[in-house]
């Protein structure tokens, strides 16, 4: 039943780093990469081929906002999530658990699921394990997560023990689901979610019954929720230590080049966040210099492009000033222009990263790109 997705092509002789390929419904995804994040079946501010000029090969979907607007009935009959969207490439949708902890002010978990109220009207809704599949897959999801307890940064040993157990008892209940949907013609993969906090021995209790569900890869949960980068830092490599080395890993969350190196250097191979598209729409440009915060007054009369070595339209195209000019104008090309650029300096970040990874010099690349973006040479008073 469970087929090979993932080849290595190439592991680091000086860490843990290793490029690789996943092999999913709609093509062919080189790893490590980055995933940006179209929780409505968009990503903001930009187009489909937008994200397929800058040369993405899978892209995110929210199953909790989709399910609640416009439908999965709705998306189902529209030919699934590539039909629906017109984006042809693969689509990776997350379960729903995270925006149910984070969003729902009344939900309510128990063995059975997860009963929420919406964000949008206050409705009552229940999500099951096996409902969950059954929703990824009327989105003819390439990549679909089980629905998983998420814990924040902080709480005691108790909660996460409780939340581990029945996110394990749900990752069982999911995979026969997802097995009968599979039968039935589904050819999208279910991912299991490490859960256990910040607590080593929880860890290592969810990443060997991961291991035992053998599953075609996995993901990493439970990080990026407000803890200490170090302690992030610390915590993923302790966890990616007990996982199948063979499987491809999926850490949710982390979208800045600090914390993508991190994931690299541990053995990661996935990664999505919103905060390249937030971060734009807030006028913040990566560089290999840090972070340019476009709306100080000295970019007012700057005609040079935002990045001088990025190769991107934008930079090619605009300048400082006139970038400037239409964030503080709140026009709505400011968001575009900022969020194909950000999204463009991480794809190639991604594709320098995987040159560095096959030629053995991972360690060094990953030094001095964050010596050079940790320069502080953006960080004057706005």
């Known amino acids: 039943m469970i087929t090979t997705i993932f080849d290595i092509t190439h592991e680091s002789t000086d860490g843990s780093a290793r490029t690789g390929t996943l092999h999913l419904p709609h093509g062919d995804v080189q790893t490590p990469v980055f995933m940006p994040v179209g929780t409505n079946a968009t990503v903001k501010a930009l187009t489909k081929d937008d994200l397929d000029e800058i040369g993405f090969e899978i892209i995110?979907?929210?199953?909790?906002?989709l399910y609640l607007r416009p439908g999965s009935d709705i998306i189902e009959e529209a030919g699934g999530l590539h039909g629906f969207s017109g984006w042809k490439k693969n689509f990776l949708t997350d379960s729903g658990g995270f925006q149910v902890w984070s969003l729902s002010k009344l939900r309510k978990i128990t063995e059975e699921g997860a009963l929420f109220s919406s964000n949008i009207d206050g409705s009552r809704h229940m999500f099951t394990p096996e409902k969950v599949v059954d929703i990824q897959a009327q989105f003819n999801s390439d990549i679909q997560m089980q629905l998983d307890v998420c814990t924040g940064f902080g709480v005691d040993k108790k909660e996460a023990v409780h939340a581990l157990e029945i996110t394990k008892n749900w990752l069982r209940r999911a995979k026969q689901e997802w097995i009968q949907k599979c039968d039935a013609g589904y050819k999208g993969i279910l991912l299991p979610i490490v859960q256990g906090n910040f607590f080593e021995d929880l860890r290592i209790k969810?990443?060997?019954?991961?291991?035992?569900?053998?599953?075609?890869?996995?993901?990493?949960?439970?990080?990026?929720?407000?803890?200490?980068?170090?302690?992030?830092?610390?915590?993923?490599?302790?966890?990616?230590?007990?996982?199948s080395k063979e499987k491809a890993k999926y850490v949710m969350g982390i979208g800045t080049p600090d914390y993508i190196?991190?994931?690299v250097h541990s053995g990661i191979d996935m990664f999505d966040c919103v905060l390249p598209t937030r971060n734009a729409r807030n006028g913040s440009y990566f560089t290999r210099d840090g972070n340019l915060p476009i709306k100080q007054e000295r970019f007012a009369r700057d005609f040079g492009p935002v990045?001088?070595?990025c190769n991107c339209k934008v930079c090619r195209t605009y300048s400082r000033a006139y970038l400037r000019h239409l964030f503080k104008a709140q026009e709505i090309l400011s968001s575009t222009l900022a969020s194909y650029h950000n999204l463009y300096f991480l794809h190639n970040m991604m594709k320098e990263i995987r040159v560095a990874i096959s030629e053995n010099r991972f360690e060094e690349y990953r030094v001095q790109f964050l010596k050079r973006y940790h320069s502080d040479k953006w960080k004057l008073a706005h």
């Open 261 to 263: 190196l991190d994931a």
């Open 60 to 65: 995110l979907a929210n199953t909790y906002h």
């Open 307 to 309: 990045d001088p070595e």
């Open 206 to 243: 969810s990443a060997e019954f991961v291991n035992e569900m053998d599953l075609p890869a996995i993901a990493i949960g439970g990080l990026s929720v407000g803890e200490p980068p170090e302690v992030f830092a610390s915590m993923l490599d302790f966890t990616v230590q007990h996982l």
